[in-house]
């Protein structure tokens, strides 16, 4: 382990207040020892910069996917104080509500095994890569919508079912979303990209269940053994890109008019309770809509594909859950045996709500909320559920992916694109991209061991595992 | 004057140099929609960029950021800018063709431009920075 790092418990390390000047609490991190291994010095040290932020509440926190971002870390959680808090886009990210889904259907792996015409469809038919356009005709007025409806607007537009909205977090959209503050230039970007995927690590996969490791939660999020489904990840696009651009400017000055001193110009921010942070979070809030309405878009493209293909209902491919990856939240958590409300930046992490909690849909409150982790190409994806623990310790929530541990330089350097696309076929995974380049950048070998993220968020037990899935297709930008 | 991909986990980050600072902006926006839409980039069309800051690091990021809003909406693909900077003011031209998905596509969508590390540093020998681009 890095120097300065003490460790508290067997997956838990402690960075002391005074690793960097200015810290307000210590900072936290959850990691197994071999993970540790790949922990890069800057990783901490953003976590330690987000410790110094005025109004932060207990610990900076970083999950085992930590890794090193711009402002906050990758992987990064933080709960600030409404009243003397700040929030900062530092916090949040370019892609706003960049986040992941998973449709289930009455499918079996025999059913879809081989199937390449499968993949060339949903390619074929699901924008996707840099300057993919969509083929749904967006007005000015739908992407009102979307900013200020989510997946909510949506289903309404003849999208989705009305049941997709309860198995959404925030159920799909943020109530706190205000268009004003959505720039005219953010709004122009927005247009042409709803129900469009985009590039990097967006993508859509064919998966199967391979492993359950706790049935009664699998039965209650409807999933089985051998079952097919389909799982999306993607944000916010240009829309939110630009809102991120706009608002770190505005925010920049608002810094230095509110007397803030930050140690990296990436973490701007202001007082929740300002003009200028009220603006931030009400676009960032309909930049999370734009995300859920433009994931709610490309579920009903992807039910269409699987309806017309497998001769299934649209009404047999329930969405299991949706979850953001990248977004700040009001929420309300207990301190000190209190109950309060404080603003929550994961940036990089999943919200993990545990057994009981209100915002759960009624028949997943015994259970906690479905997490959703995507595997990197290639490799297993996991579901799991949000725990008391993830409540107590890490305000509700987990770790949103397997987190990089090779640059995309090396990647390049080392690996193939077409050479990773042979070597997965043998594996039975049929792999549809604009860029061999962008499958370079996002092969297998690039990131941490998906199971071993997982194995310490489960064994830390801020969110349980549920089930296991694999992949049999992917497309991607 | 070049610049060259450095190895950075989780995005894209650039190390450029260059004699003046109109050409290390200039090689910042070829390094940014080289790894956009890679090595095969035309000319012929040409859009004007004007831009006011605060210090030369909010210039270069409101610059990209700009060209990102121009390519993305327009659909164009540039190859070079001719840049002239006074004080924090920047007015650039910039040449390219619109984006045709057989030749463009062996890039990476950059979500944004980030300030992390940003700091424009100049010596006897020129000017040099390291950019982090978010894809």
Redesign the interface.
């Known amino acids: 382990m890095l120097e300065g790092i003490n460790r508290i418990g067997i997956h838990e390390w402690e960075v002391p207040v005074g690793y960097v000047p200015g810290m307000r609490v210590a900072g936290r991190f959850f990691l197994s020892e071999s993970l540790a291994k790949t922990l ?1 010095p800057g990783a901490v040290q953003q976590l330690a910069n987000v410790a110094t932020l005025p109004g932060i509440l207990k610990n900076s926190l970083a999950m085992p996917d930590i ?5 906050f870390p ?1 992987g990064g959680v933080a709960a600030f104080s409404v009243d003397e808090g700040i929030i900062s886009p530092g916090g949040v ?3 706003i509500n960049c986040g992941v889904r998973l449709l289930s259907t009455p499918l079996l792996h025999k059913d879809v095994s081989g199937r390449r015409d499968l993949i060339d469809e949903l390619f074929r038919t699901v924008p996707t ?3 993919a356009k969509s083929s749904m005709k967006v007005s000015s007025q739908s992407l009102e919508g979307m900013m200020v409806k989510g997946a909510r607007w949506a289903v309404s537009a003849g999208y989705g079912v009305e049941r997709d909205l309860m198995r959404c977090e925030e159920g799909g959209f943020m109530k706190a979303a205000d268009s004003h503050f959505i720039s005219a ?1 953010a709004k ?2 927005g247009i ?1 990209q709803g129900g469009t995927l ?3 690590n967006h993508f859509l996969e064919i998966q199967v269940v391979r492993e359950i490791f706790d049935p009664e939660a699998a039965r209650a999020f409807g999933l089985i053994l051998g079952q097919v489904c389909c799982m999306i990840h993607c944000g916010s696009r ?1 829309l939110g ?2 809102v ?2 706009d608002h ?2 505005i925010l ?1 000055s608002a810094t230095k008019k509110y007397h803030i001193t930050i140690p ?3 973490l ?1 921010c202001a007082p929740i309770i300002s003009p200028e942070g009220k603006a931030y979070f009400g676009a960032m809030a309909a930049s999370a809509n734009y995300a859920w309405a433009n994931r709610q878009m490309i579920t009903h493209t992807a039910r269409q594909v699987l309806s017309r293909m497998f001769r299934i209902e649209y009404e047999e491919m329930p969405l299991m859950y949706d979850v953001a990856h990248n977004v700040a939240k009001i929420e309300e958590h207990i301190l000190d045996g209190k109950s309060r409300e404080v603003c929550v930046h994961r940036k990089g992490a999943t919200r993990a709500f545990g057994p009981g909690s209100r915002d759960l849909p009624i028949d997943l409150t015994s259970v906690g909320q479905p997490v959703i982790i995507p595997g990197s190409m290639g490799t297993s994806s996991y579901i799991l559920r949000g725990t008391q623990i993830a409540m107590d310790r890490t305000f509700g929530s987990t770790c949103h992916g397997a987190g ?7 990647a390049k350097k080392n690996l193939n694109g077409r050479e990773i696309t042979a070597n997965l076929l043998k594996e039975g995974i049929i792999v549809r991209a ?5 499958i370079a ?1 996002e092969a297998p070998g690039v990131y941490k061991p998906s199971d071993e993220v997982v194995r310490v968020v489960h064994e830390v037990g801020i969110s349980r595992l549920v089930a296991r899935l694999s992949p049999l297709g992917v497309i991607k ?1 | 004057m070049s610049f060259e ?8 980050k650039i190390h450029v140099t260059a004699p003046t600072l109109e050409a290390l902006f200039s090689e910042t926006f070829r390094a940014l929609m080289q790894v ?3 090595t095969t980039r035309g000319s012929g069309t040409l859009r004007e960029i004007r831009i006011e800051s605060t210090d030369n ?2 210039l270069l990021a ?1 610059f990209l ?1 700009e060209v ?2 121009v390519s ?2 327009e ?1 164009l693909v540039f190859s070079d800018a001719r840049i002239r900077i006074n004080g924090f003011s920047l007015i650039a031209e910039v040449n390219g063709e619109l ?1 045709d ?1 057989a030749r ?6 950059v ?8 700091a424009i540093m100049h010596d006897a020998n020129g000017y040099m920075l390291d950019i ?1 681009f ?2």
């Open positions: 890069e890794h090193w971002g711009y402002g990758i990210g370019f892609d890569g840099v300057g230039k122009q970007r042409p985009g590039s990097g240009g890109h630009q991120c651009t770190l400017k920049e990296d110009r990436q701007a990089r541990i090779m640059s995309r330089t090396q604009h860029s061999e380049n962008g950048d930008g | 991909e450095v190895p950075h986990t989780a995005d894209v956009m839409y890679g690091e909010s409101d950021s990102l809003f993305e909406v659909g984006f998905p463009h596509s062996g890039g990476t969508e979500k944004g431009i980030s300030y992390s590390g940003l982090i978010d894809v």
